[in-house]
Structures are given as C-alpha cells and as structure tokens.
C-alpha cells in the first residue's frame, strides 16, 4: 500500500467467470503499491452491482460469461452516469472476433488479449487509468479490417466539424496509432499540449474518451484504412 501522504491507489474490480484467472489478476495487480483490487465478479450483472459499491476506477471485463457478457456490461456500465468515473478493459481469448469495434463503440477505453503478459496488463491499467486509450495491436489491426469491409458506419459524417484544424490533425494521428508524445514529436509541441487538444476534440464530439475518438476518425472518414502516419 501507499504511504498515508501518497496518492490513493489505483482501484480495480476483477470480472471474469473463471475464479483461478480472476486469482491470478489479483495476486498479480496486489503487487504493485500504485494498484488495488477492490471486488470480483463472475458476470456482467454482478460486475455492475460490485462497481455501484465499490468506487473502482478500472473494470477488467472479460467478454464472454453466463448471462450478461462483457459487452453488454460495458453498455450498461458507460451509459450510466453514477458509474462516469469506471474505464473499461475489455480482455479476451479472440482479440480478433467481432466484438472488438462493438466494445470500444460501448465505451471501453482498452482492449487486450487474456495472453498479455504481466508487465503490458500493469502498464494498460496505469494507461487506461490515466486517460488515455488502450489498444493491442491485434485488436487494432480488426478494427482497421473491419472498417475496410464495411465502410464507415451510420455515424453523421460532420461529427468532427466543430474540431479546429489543429484538433482534427491530432485526432487523425492518434487515430494512426501514434502516442501523445510521438505526436508532440512530429507537430512540435509538448504531450500536454497535445492531450489537451485530444480532450477538446473529445469534448465537442461527445466521445467518452480516446479510443472512441479513434473509431469516430474511421466512421466519419477523416481517417480510411491504408493511411498511414
């Protein structure tokens, strides 16, 4: 645990049907002294009930269990504004199946697969918890095919108009792939100027946070698979 002056640690709920993955998470994010679990759960619904009575900062959501799955939690969960403060990991065995883009349009702000190993799922949480977007490689690399079968979806294409030019050019980096100080690298500015560009660009899209912003570029074509940063 931190020192009673430090800064709180970072809460987290566990929700995962199997008990020995949801132990190992536990052992393994208890760990660390910036980390905490805080509540397990074996179902969506009881993942909801956990985050009402726990105030958790992260949920680590597998997709598939009993009853309510994991993406119909993380609807549940990010259209309700008591629960404003919970980002979601969305972690599963099929980084690759047709639930990627559907989670992230729910609102989950990471997507990882089960086999990550210790170090990269410590580190999403940290990022996640930090505010900004979490996506494996393998899962962004769906959402890019996805979009390149489908075309953009029923999103209105002037979503992004109210974004100044400087706004836009952030998104579409981010949208590439590129971090916030990768892209404060290219455009000449610091990585706080650039998360605060993003945060405003989020703002007047309505997005909850960076990795629906991501998807947003795609939908509305400010951003079309093949680009490249």
Avoid: W
Avoid at 103 to 130: C, H, N, W, Y
């Amino acid at each position: 645990m931190t020192a009673p002056d430090g800064p709180e640690p970072i809460r987290v709920v566990l929700a995962d049907d199997q008990a020995l993955i949801r132990a190992g998470f536990r052992v393994l994010i208890d760990g660390e002294p910036d980390l905490t679990v805080v509540g397990e759960a074996g179902d969506g619904e009881a993942a909801i009930e956990v985050l009402r009575s726990e105030r958790a900062d992260i949920v680590l959501m597998d997709i598939r269990m009993p009853g309510m799955d994991g993406l119909a939690a993380t609807r549940a969960i990010c259209a309700d504004d008591d629960l404003a403060g919970v980002k979601v990991i969305v972690l599963t065995t099929f980084e690759l199946d047709e639930y990627v883009i559907q989670a992230v349009q729910a609102g989950a702000s990471g997507f990882l697969g089960k086999g990550v190993g210790p170090t990269e799922l410590l580190d999403a949480i940290r990022t996640v918890a930090a505010g900004d977007a979490l996506l494996s490689p393998a899962a962004t690399k769906a959402l890019l095919a996805r979009f390149a079968t489908s075309g953009p979806g029923n999103l209105d294409t002037t979503a992004l108009d109210a974004l100044t030019e400087r706004e836009r050019e952030m998104t579409a980096l981010a949208a590439l792939g590129l971090t916030n100080d990768e892209i404060a690298e290219r455009a000449f500015l610091s990585p706080l100027t650039v998360k605060t560009h993003l945060n405003r660009a989020m703002m007047k899209a309505g997005v909850r946070d960076r990795a629906q912003l991501v998807v947003l570029a795609y939908q509305t074509g400010l951003v079309r698979p093949g680009d490249t940063a």
